[in-house]
């Protein structure tokens, strides 16, 4: 698998942020879903990485919105047939050295209670629970992460 920092704006990539917004609204209400759309993740302070398969399928995307403050994790999704090999961990490491690289100090996310492999992925990649963050208020559905960068 190759991760790269590419435009959200591919065919292929539309399509699978399409995959992960369907399914988050099994799982959520439409209030309760944070996303960014196409023309926000095509902002200059996004860094947007895609995942490929060994034949360069779109397999996965993950976007981390800098600022001076945190990098926020936003649109992370692997396709389930990807799951399970290390690609996750490959696209946060992906995006916490851009944040590093863009000299942050933290990062931060928000992602909901329903989704009990991203709350272990996150947990084992070292972020831990803390308050609503930017413009975020308080939410049930919503559970906020942050993790310092060294």
Known sequence: MHIAFESPNQPEVIALIAD????QLTLYPPESVY???????MQPQVKFAVLRDEVGTVAGCAAVVL?????????????????????AKRLLDKLEQAARD?????MVLETGPAQPEALGLY????????????????????VFMHKPLA
Not at 123 to 142: A, E, I, K, N, V
């Open 67 to 87: 600022t001076p403050e945190y990098g926020e994790i936003k649109r992370m999704y692997v396709q389930p047939s990807c799951r399970g090999k290390g690609a």
């Open 20 to 23: 992960l917004d369907a399914y």
């Open 102 to 106: 863009a000299g942050v100090a933290r």
């Open 35 to 41: 996303a960014l759309d196409l023309q926000a993740l």
């Open 123 to 142: 947990q084992r990649h070292g972020f831990t629970p803390c308050g609503p963050y930017g413009d975020y208020g308080d939410d049930p559905l919503s």
